[in-house]
Structures are given as C-alpha cells and as structure tokens.
C-alpha cells in the first residue's frame, strides 16, 4: 500500500470526516467490482454495497493497523454478503463475470477470434455462475480482487490449505467446462 493512502487510512481512524469521506470514495469501485461478482443483480449489489459503506464508515476507528485495510474491508464485503443471503433467504450461485473481450479493442484480433473469446468467457461466466458459494468466493477474491491466500483466509476464516485446495477446485471445475466445449 502507498503511504498517501496509508496516511489517508490512518486519518480516517483517527476520525477525520474528509479523510473518511475520501477513503469511502476511492474503495466504492473496489466494493462494487467485488459484489458484482458475487451478485449479478443491480438492485441486490446496491443494498449490499449501502450495508458495507455503512459498515466502513461506523467501524473504521476499530481497525488497529492501517495496513490490514484490505483485508478488513474484504471481510466486511463477503460477511454483508453472506448477511444478505442470510436475510433474503435466497441461495443464490449466480455471478456475472463481465467478457473480458469487451474491455480489449484490438485491432489485430481478426473477427473469428473475437468471436472465440467471446464465447470463451461465455464459458467461463457460466461455469462460474455454477460454482457454489464455497468456492466462488475464494476464487473470486483471489482472481478478481488479487488477495493472497492468507488473506482469503483470514477473510473467510478458512484455513489456506482449505482456500487453496477451494481455489484449485474451482479451476478444475472451470477447465473441465472449456474442456466440454474445445474436444471434438
């Protein structure tokens, strides 16, 4: 983590309003980016996400080091989710994993690529979608959110032998799915 960001942190627990305000504004897209792979609906994201702002914004001053941010954050992200599921009672697999394709404009990719890739990740959104929560979640903070193994598991209160061998699952289970599709 930066030291700007760091220091921002470290104001916002000391209890400055800007500060916090600022903190809340550079992680909203990271809060958002995590719940919209775990909840495909806008309406659902957006109660999670007012339940997580609300939750950062009340219980900052009881993080003890700054440096840990993430991780505390996450844990606030996946709890509010697993809370919600609690609280509508659905069960829900389904996450929407935006076509990566999408984001690439390259001109050197002739169409019948595009058109691959684009199938490609249709895939893998789909076999994602169909991966229960147990292992959706690992998979999701590792491959979407970049966080190392211990912190999925401080996060999810899992051992990393567990997350890893969730997250080794998952992609078994992925690579099975392309597998399907890519033998004649």
């Known amino acids: 983590m930066d030291k700007d960001r760091l220091n921002l942190i470290k104001s916002a ?20 980016s995590t719940l919209f792979y775990l909840k495909k609906d806008d309406e659902d994201i957006s109660d999670i996400m007012q ?10 001053k009881t993080l003890k080091n700054p440096q840990y941010f993430k991780t505390w954050l996450n844990r606030i992200i996946i709890n509010s989710y ?8 659905k069960n829900s697999n389904n996450i929407d994993i935006a076509p990566i394709s999408n984001d690439i404009k390259d001109n050197s990719i002739n169409p019948w690529d595009s058109i691959l890739q684009k199938e490609l990740d249709n895939i893998i959104k789909k076999s994602i979608n169909n991966l229960p929560n147990h292992y959706k979640i690992p998979i999701t903070l590792r491959e979407i959110q970049g966080l190392s193994y211990e ?10 032998g567990t997350v890893k061998s969730r997250i080794a699952r998952a992609r078994g289970i992925i690579k099975n799915e392309i597998d399907k599709y890519t033998k004649n």
């Open 151 to 160: 912190d999925i598991s401080n996060i999810t209160n899992i051992s990393i």
């Open 51 to 60: 339940n997580v702002l609300l939750k950062l914004a009340t219980r900052i």
């Open 82 to 89: 697993y809370d919600y599921l609690r609280k509508t009672r």
């Open 13 to 32: 627990i000391e209890g400055s309003k800007e500060a916090l305000s600022s903190v809340i504004k550079n992680e909203e897209n990271n809060i958002y």
